[in-house]
């Protein structure tokens, strides 16, 4: 059952911009902390940025300054804006959730991914 699905990647040229989304199902409520990771083929997955419910928000170094992570309680969703992407951006983008199903069990939760291109 997908549970969370992400939107907006995509190909890019090196200066350009990409803004992800993430809607989470109906199935999952009381979200503590979001974010978002990101995995090269043949590498471990990254965390990128996070952000907790009440609005603290923590960077990797190399987006910091250029990435703002973001989220909608309203709609339980959370965003990625990407400003000055590099090539080195180049990943597939997952986002996560730690919240609780239909059975009050609290877990993370992951999407499916979404490529993000950045060519130079």
């Known amino acids: 059952q997908v549970q969370l699905v992400e939107s907006g990647g995509g190909l890019v040229q090196a200066g350009g911009s990409l803004r992800l989304s993430c809607a989470t199902s109906?199935?999952?409520?009381?979200?503590?902390?979001m974010g978002w990771y990101r995995q090269i083929p043949g590498k471990q997955r990254d965390m990128v940025a996070t952000i907790k419910s009440q609005g603290g928000t923590n960077y990797a170094d190399s987006v910091n300054g250029r990435f703002t992570i973001s989220r909608d309680n309203g709609k339980s969703t959370v965003y990625l804006q990407m400003n000055d992407l590099k090539p080195e951006d180049t990943a597939v983008y997952y986002c996560?959730?730690?919240?609780?199903?239909?059975?009050?069990?609290?877990?993370?939760?992951w999407g499916q991914g979404t490529q993000v291109t950045v060519s130079s």
């Open positions: 109906g199935t999952l409520f009381g979200f503590n902390t």
């Open positions: 996560y959730a730690d919240a609780l199903n239909m059975n009050y069990e609290r877990g993370t939760y």
